[in-house]
């Protein structure tokens, strides 16, 4: 079977996918990881197929504007007001 994993995120994030990644590969399937190109190479270190994501959506989450939506969760409708002008950009 092909499966596509999607994550985005610092390497915390992507690594337990990788991890899952692997565990399939092992199974017999076909795995590819889509994320930033920054770990382009940690995925393919571990034998997975890389797909490619651009940096935008992450430039965006690291942007002060993105940690204000991301830390500021206890306010939905100023959450998704945050939100809103991000995307807007």
């Given at each position: 079977?092909?499966?596509?994993?999607?994550?985005?995120?610092?390497?915390?994030?992507?690594?337990?996918?990788?991890?899952?990644?692997?565990?399939?590969?092992?199974?017999?399937?076909?795995?590819?990881?889509?994320?930033?190109?920054?770990?382009?190479?940690?995925?393919?270190?571990?034998?997975?197929?890389?797909?490619?994501?651009?940096?935008?959506?992450?430039q965006?989450?690291?942007?002060?504007?993105?940690?204000?939506?991301?830390?500021?969760?206890?306010?939905?409708?100023?959450?998704?007001?945050?939100?809103?002008?991000?995307?807007?950009?």
């Amino acid at each position: 079977m092909n499966i596509l994993i999607v994550t985005l995120g610092s390497r915390g994030d992507v690594q337990p996918y990788v991890a899952l990644g692997k565990g399939l590969k092992e199974a017999g399937h076909q795995v590819t990881v889509c994320t930033s190109a920054v770990f382009q190479s940690f995925i393919t270190n571990h034998g997975l197929d890389y797909g490619y994501m651009n940096n935008e959506l992450i430039q965006l989450i690291d942007s002060d504007a993105g940690r204000e939506a991301l830390e500021n969760t206890n306010n939905l409708w100023g959450t998704i007001r945050t939100t809103i002008k991000l995307f807007q950009r």
